[in-house]
């Protein structure tokens, strides 16, 4: 079956530390984007990726960092300059199509640091 | 950036219809949508509505959208307590690939 995954579901992280959050994607989409939220502020846009090895910073992108080394795999990186990191995170992708983009979503990452 | 709004919490008794509303910035946006969060999970599309039409039903789900306001909403007809979560209008804008999501509405749906 396609979909998206995301892993771990929960994650728990030492301040000053680094943490990589998976997100992988077998519908042959060529978009990728990681979004973070935080109660009562729905989705913000952290990075998001419209081809292999190329991606774009969205709306909160201080202390992420994001690579697309191939097109089914975006994985974030949450380091140490994030300042507040614990939140719910979602990866999703999408195709490139101006018609029409539904996004698609993995069932996320909950990030607690300790 | 564009800001899609929405407001933040609403209840309902069960059987009743819930209208969930939300409101958005760009005028260009090709397409709205509105996702459904269950609690601790990913959105799942409900349903989307082409910017040139101005309602759209799909069984219990009408979807109502004022251009000229900019103003959309989700209408569920006899709200069952499965139909509590977290939902989120989204636009997306003709030429570029980004999403942009309102806020959420959380709807608890009282037995």
């Known amino acids: 079956d396609g979909g998206i995954t995301q892993s771990p579901k929960y994650l728990f992280r030492k301040e000053g530390q680094n943490v990589t959050l998976s997100c992988e994607q077998n519908?042959?989409?060529?978009?990728m984007y990681w979004y973070r939220q935080d109660p009562g502020q729905g989705l913000r846009l952290i990075y998001y990726?419209?081809?292999?090895?190329?991606?774009q910073k969205g709306d909160i992108a201080e202390g992420y960092s994001v690579s697309r080394e191939k097109k089914e795999s975006f994985p974030l990186t949450v380091t140490s300059a994030q300042k507040n990191p614990t939140a719910f995170y979602l990866c999703?992708?999408?195709?490139?199509?101006?018609?029409?983009?539904?996004?698609?979503f993995g069932q996320g990452t909950r990030l607690t640091v300790v | 950036g564009e800001d899609v709004e929405q407001s933040l919490f609403l209840s309902v008794r069960e059987g009743d219809s819930s209208v969930i509303n939300c409101t958005y910035t760009?005028?260009?946006?090709?397409?709205l949508y509105w996702y459904k969060q269950e609690p601790g999970a990913g959105l799942q599309l409900l349903t989307y509505?082409?910017?040139?039409?101005d309602m759209k039903q799909d069984q219990r789900l009408t979807v109502l959208l004022n251009k000229k306001d900019k103003h959309l909403s989700l209408r569920i007809a006899d709200t069952q307590t499965g139909d509590s979560a977290i939902y989120f209008c989204?636009?997306?804008?003709?030429?570029?690939?980004?999403?942009?999501f309102g806020t959420g509405t959380k709807l608890q749906v009282i037995p």
């Open positions: 509505i082409f910017s040139n039409m």
């Open positions: 999703a992708s999408s195709i490139v199509d101006t018609e029409n983009t539904e996004a698609f």
């Open positions: 760009d005028s260009s946006s090709t397409y």
């Open positions: 990726s419209q081809i292999v090895n190329d991606f």
């Open positions: 519908l042959n989409h060529d978009a």
């Open positions: 989204a636009e997306i804008f003709g030429g570029y690939q980004k999403v942009t």
